[in-house]
Structure formats: structure tokens, C-alpha cells
């Protein structure tokens, strides 16, 4: 094929292109509201807005002396209803069915109610369930907290990952793709910037006939705004 056929169609293609007008929202990647799933009273903050947290870092924790004994508690009957187990496992061919089945009873009993102990001992600590940072709080050292009503403490959002929630008119859903590029400018940012679409949501809205994609960016402030256009190849 020649290089002027080549070129051809190159330009043939980049004339079937097509630029879509969209609107979009800047939202992190990820985000969540984090309540104590427990009972009590806080015992110690251990973080503040604008800080940048790693998952599994505690941010919050409940007065939890009760629990922990509970749980040491638990951690003792299991260490010796395992001991009488195995005991009786040596005997078994000895003893009574009925009776051995007592002994095993226990033990898997005394695991359970470790299981049981751990988990009420570790709902009172709140973890960050990502890497982020805090953008809301609303917890202090006395404030009594329930299971029975959760109320949310912390919030949290991605530290750079961001989306933008892009908005095209429905009557081009058979030309956007995954993939395609989008050129945008945020609102009060002179810079124009790209990027390239990543998903397509599977539904128009019925109150303003728009259909939404995500574009992945990073560093843009969250709840900022703006509008580009969608480049489309048919």
C-alpha cells in the first residue's frame, strides 16, 4: 500500500472524527462515611481533618476495658478446654461416645466465643478502610456513641485519585466509547487538559436526558466543575 494511500485514509478517519460537548463534576475515586459499628464513650481521637491516613490506621477508639477482659477471658477458657480435648482424644477408643462429644462441644464452643470476643473488642477501634485523606469530623474525647443509631465521625476521600463525572446528551450513546479522549478545561483554569474515558454508565437520566462517563485524573480539587468535548471515531 502506498504511502499516499496511507495518508489518505488517515485523513479519512480523522474527518470521521467526531467532537461531543460534555459537562462534568470532579469526585474522588473513592470516598466513605465511617460510624462506630459499637456502643460507648470515645476514649481518644487519633486524627483531624486534612490528615492523610493509611488503611487499617486507627483514627478513633472507644473506653474498652470491659471488651479486652471479656476477650482474655475468652482466650483463657479456649486454652483449657483445648487441653481437655486433647486429652481426650488420647482416650477416645476408651471412653464414652456421648462423653467425648461433651469435651469436643467445649472447645468448639470456647473458639467460638473467642471469635465473638475478638470481633466486640475490635469494633471498638475505627479504622481508615483505605488509603486517604479526612475531609469531615465530627467526634470528640466523651462523646457517647451507639450501634443502635450510627452516626457518621469521619469522612473520607482519595488523597490524589479523582473522576470526572462526565455528562453527554443521550443521542450520541451509540458514539461515545471506553477509550475515547476527552479534552477539557476546568472552570476558573485557563490550561486545557486530556484525558480518556473509562467507563459508561448503562443508563440515561430521565430528567435531563444525559448520559454520565467517568474520565480518571488526578490533583483536581474535589467539587470543582467544567466542560470539554468528547473526540468520538465512527
Known sequence: MSRVLLGLIGLVFTL????IYATFNVEAEQSASLAFDASGVVKSVKSDISAKVKQGQILALLANADKRAT???????????????ERQVKVKNLIDASKFDTYA????NAKN???YAQSMYDKTFLKAPFDGVLFFKNIEVGDTVSGMMLKTVFKIQSANKRKLIVDFDQKYFKEVKIGDKFNYKVDGDDKSYSGVISK???????????????VKVKNVVV????????????
Not at 467539587?223 to 465512527?234: A, E, R, S
Open 16 to 19: 470521521n472524527a467526531a467532537e
Open 71 to 85: 476477650l482474655e477471658s475468652a482466650k483463657t477458657v479456649l486454652k483449657y478446654a483445648k487441653k481437655d480435648y
Open 105 to 108: 462441644f467445649k472447645y468448639e
Open 113 to 115: 466465643q473467642l471469635d
Open 200 to 214: 459508561i454508565y448503562p443508563i440515561a437520566n430521565s430528567n435531563n436526558r444525559k448520559i454520565q462517563a467517568e
Open 223 to 234: 467539587g470543582l466543575f467544567g466542560d470539554g468535548t468528547i473526540i468520538t471515531k465512527n
